[in-house]
């Protein structure tokens, strides 16, 4: 009974998690179609690559047919997925993208594989340490898609962020939690603890950030208004700079005098020597006659 329920847990796991695995399939077609993978990044798949290759290297350890199954796919849709984004990915992210795959998906698997196989004798101690090594990396897999966090905030948009992935990412922790239970595995188990925790925390950035049309609308419009006020104060700081428009307060006798003394042509100075003639009316004080003295009284001769 016990093992009937663990094998149907687990056939539910590996639907969940090959939804999972197929959930980027519409991004990919994007890049397919549009032959660019915009501001879609590698990191994701890459670790999810490396992910399934640990689990891989850990099934073929414990036998464990399940998750040797899903992740058999897993390594192979993830190839796939990084494959086409070198394709497509501009010169600069191609470089990085070639980069993270040969340092983390072979040189880093090697070294944890030989390190295993001929450093730890006992099979026991070897099974623990992959499945330490697993589960870490399996904690990534849950984290990497929150490496454009700050691109969802910064562009308030979840065009690169896909729901599907999350969602069934969610689900799929829940699932392989309970499956890590009942096989008491907590290598499975622990891991998609915080996986539920990182995937819910997508959905909910997914909800805040799901209407970018609205949001662009809005900054457009703001955009708009800021432009036309900005549009006023020039025209406002031009009016005032201009010499053909007179202030308000001035007035109108005094615009229609500065204008005809504008157009009255200019009279030409005559040069200030001795023999220049004056036309000029000259105001002469002209004194008055001096008055005669006054009569004496006149004087009786006895």
């Known amino acids: 009974m016990v093992q009937a329920l663990v094998f149907a847990v687990g056939i539910v796991g590996n639907i969940l998690s090959f939804l999972v695995i197929l959930a ?12 660019s993978t915009e501001s879609f990044q590698s990191v994701p798949y890459a670790v999810a690559l490396l992910s399934a290759m640990l689990w891989l290297y850990y099934a073929l350890l414990t036998s464990d047919l399940l ?6 796919i897993g390594c192979l849709v993830e190839s796939l997925y990084l494959t086409v984004y070198l394709l497509y990915a501009p010169r600069q ?15 880093l698997f ?6 295993l196989q001929l450093l730890v004798k006992a099979a026991d101690r070897r099974v623990t340490l992959a499945g330490g090594i697993g589960a870490s990396f399996a904690l990534a897999v849950f984290v990497a898609p929150l490496t454009i966090i700050r691109q969802v905030i910064r562009t308030k948009s979840v065009e690169f962020m896909p729901f599907w992935l999350s969602f069934f990412l969610t689900l799929s922790a829940v699932v392989w939690f309970f499956y890590g239970l009942l096989m008491k595995d907590l290598f499975v188990a622990t891991p998609n603890v915080l996986g539920l925790l990182f995937g819910l925390a ?21 955009a708009a208004q800021q432009v036309e006020v900005k549009d006023q104060q020039q025209l406002q700081m031009q009016l005032q700079a201009s010499p053909a428009v007179a202030p308000l307060d001035v007035d109108a006798d005094a615009d229609a005098d500065a204008d005809l003394e504008a157009a009255a042509p200019a009279t030409p100075q005559r040069p200030a020597d001795d023999d220049a003639i004056d036309h000029r009316s000259v105001v002469v004080d002209i004194p008055p006659p ?8 006149a004087v009786e001769v006895a």
């Not at 090697?110 to 390190?115: G, L, S």
């Open 24 to 35: 980027p399939v519409p991004t990919f077609y994007r890049v397919y179609k549009k032959k």
């Open 67 to 72: 998750l040797l199954s899903i992740n058999s």
């Open 93 to 107: 992210a191609m470089a990085f993208t070639l980069k993270l795959v040969c340092a983390m998906n072979l040189a």
């Open 110 to 115: 090697a070294a944890v594989v030989t390190a």
């Open 202 to 222: 997508q959905m909910v950035l997914y909800v805040v950030y799901k209407n970018p049309k609205k949001n662009s609308a809005v900054s457009e419009a703001a």
């Open 290 to 297: 001096p008055q005669p003295p006054p009569a004496l009284p």
